[in-house]
Nanobody, 115 residues
Framework: QVQLVESGGGSVQAGGSLRLSCTAS????????VTWYRQAPGKQRDMVAI???????NYLDSVKGRFTISTDNAKNTIYLQMNGLKPEDTATYYC?????????WGKGTLVTVRS
């Protein structure tokens, strides 16, 4: 069993920045992929950013150039740096990691962007 705990959410003015963190209860090195998702009220959960085990990164089109996913393996932590935030980025953000075919989720952290 792996626990994932997100932090770093909050309320920020449009154009501002936040850095989300997701700390795992074990090493993330053997993960197949690690991902950030988000879900706005009344909407489906969308993948925002992903890092594959080979280091390949992909992003939701609407966040490309503004968000950056990264990992610190020594700290078992996955980051999402979010710059140029827009009101439409308002959502609960979840991290997700896949280990040996089993997917684990955190409980989420709320990001609110004020216009």
């Amino acid at each position: 069993q792996v626990q994932l705990v997100e932090s770093g959410g909050g309320s920020v003015q449009a154009g501002g920045s936040l850095r989300l963190s997701c700390t795992a209860s074990r090493s993330i090195v053997p993960s197949t992929y690690v991902t950030w998702y988000r879900q706005a009220p009344g909407k489906q959960r969308d993948m925002v950013a992903i890092i594959m085990s080979d280091g390949t990164k992909n992003y939701l089109d609407s966040v490309k150039g503004r968000f950056t996913i990264s990992t610190d393996n020594a700290k078992n932590t996955i980051y999402l740096q979010m710059n140029g935030l827009k009101p439409e980025d308002t959502a609960t953000y979840y991290c997700n990691a896949n280990f040996y075919g089993v997917t684990y989720w955190g409980k989420g952290t709320l990001v609110t962007v004020r216009s």
